[in-house]
């Protein structure tokens, strides 16, 4: 099992950065995969970023590639998505998810669990 909560979610204007962080507690984060997905009223959820339980391996969205890295500490149990040059398209909820095992799926439907999400707000 692996509990998670995200934090570090706000009201920015365009350009601004954020840095999100998602802590897990439970004893397969380090054996995880973490994924980011994000999901903006009225539409579907989509993928955004992931790392493999290694951290050797990332994965980027064509739409965050260049502005926004995930990276993951396992001493702190925590992983992060610092977002940069955020647009207005960028505004969604943005939650973590963990793939036991896992490589770091684009496939919402490979990752057993799931934070409550962070929202993400970007003014024009």
């Known amino acids: 099992q692996v509990q998670l909560v995200e934090s570090g979610g706000g009201l920015v204007q365009a350009g601004a950065s954020l840095r999100l962080s998602c802590a897990a507690s439970?004893?397969?984060?380090?054996?995880?995969?973490m994924g980011w997905f994000r999901q903006a009223p009225g539409k579907e959820r989509e993928f955004v970023t992931a790392?493999?339980?290694?951290?050797?391996?990332?994965n980027y969205a064509d739409s965050v590639k260049g502005r926004f890295t995930i990276s993951r500490d396992d001493a702190k149990n925590t992983v992060y998505l610092q977002m940069n040059s955020l647009k207005p398209e960028d505004t969604a909820v943005y939650s973590c998810?963990?793939?036991?095992?896992?490589?770091?799926?684009?496939?919402?439907?490979?990752?057993?669990?799931w934070g409550q999400g962070t929202q993400v707000t970007v003014t024009s």
């Open positions: 998810a963990a793939e036991p095992g896992g490589y770091g799926s684009i496939r919402f439907n490979d990752y057993n669990f």
């Open positions: 439970g004893r397969t984060f380090r054996s995880s995969a």
């Open positions: 790392i493999s339980w290694s951290g050797g391996r990332t």
